[in-house]
């Protein structure tokens, strides 16, 4: 039975997670909604961090459980709650686990995204605003596709907590379990360049950015490597974690410079 693995290192060829979308809004306003949205607040001051999902009827997110029992949705709380775990004051981390926990909004019949897109989608949706002491995260599940290129997954907007997810890209990256992994990973990894990682913002312990291709980690077996080079990569990262029903997707470097950087 090889062809379906064949089948699923073949589309992942063409799936990338995209980081560091870039916006035409002036940086004063993304500062003024997104002030207190920042590495030095989540490792320091922040009691509260609180994952707001958003999806378009027709990109709904994937909810259930895996094999074990456990929500899909553990892998990005368990990370989460992981790389707090180093704070003096340990942040209550809230992740919604089905969709009646998550905010339906209405379709918005677009084909493209653009950094600035996913900006006025959340001024219009957002239910908190981020302070000091409460993060909030706000992730949106679309149709349509990355206004740069339609085999991303997901991109976060530079400067905010904004994330963007393209289903169709997700929904063609295998089969039914690496489909749902392949989302939370890409959760995980999106939200960590919005925690600060790989020094974005959290500065390294010692030197392991792939300075070639941005905040990312050299590390293979980290969720922060830089994924869409080695496709096989990915395939055999989120495959790892199905066969041990393991959930903490960081390298031993992301823990390191968590822990240095916590307060
Ligand atoms: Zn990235």
Redesign the pocket.
């Known amino acids: 039975m090889q062809r379906p693995v064949y089948f699923v290192v073949l589309i992942l060829l063409f799936s990338l997670?995209g980081?560091?979308k870039k916006t035409m809004i002036t940086n004063s306003e993304i500062n003024a909604a997104y002030i207190s949205s920042n590495p030095s607040n989540y490792f320091a001051s922040t009691q509260k961090i609180i994952v707001e999902v958003y999806y378009e009827p027709g990109a709904e997110p994937f909810v259930g459980t895996k094999l074990n029992g456990h929500p899909y949705w553990e892998i990005l709380e368990d990370n989460l709650k992981a790389i707090f775990k180093f704070r003096t004051f340990i942040p209550e981390v809230i992740v919604p686990k089905d969709q009646a926990a998550m905010y339906s909004i209405p379709p918005q019949n677009k084909t493209s995204w653009t950094a600035d897109d996913l900006v006025a989608l959340n001024k219009s949706y957002k239910q908190g605003l981020p302070t000091a002491t409460e993060a909030h995260f706000y992730l949106y599940f679309l149709k349509g596709n990355s206004s740069d290129s339609n085999s991303i997954i997901a991109e976060s907007v530079n400067g905010t907590p904004v994330i963007g997810v393209f289903k169709s890209v997700i929904t063609a990256s295998g089969g039914n379990v690496v489909q749902r992994y392949v989302e939370q990973s890409t959760l995980v990894?999106?939200i960590g360049?919005a925690l600060g990682f790989v020094n974005n913002g959290v500065p390294m312990k010692t030197p392991y950015q792939d300075t070639a291709h941005?905040?990312?980690s050299n590390n293979s077996n980290c969720v922060?490597y830089?994924q869409n080079e080695g496709q096989a990569d990915l395939a055999s990262f989120v495959a790892h974690y199905i066969a041990t029903g393991d959930n903490v997707m960081w390298g031993p470097e992301i823990m390191a410079d968590a822990q240095a950087f916590s307060k």
């Open positions: 997670i980081c560091g990894h999106e360049h941005g905040a990312h922060m830089w």
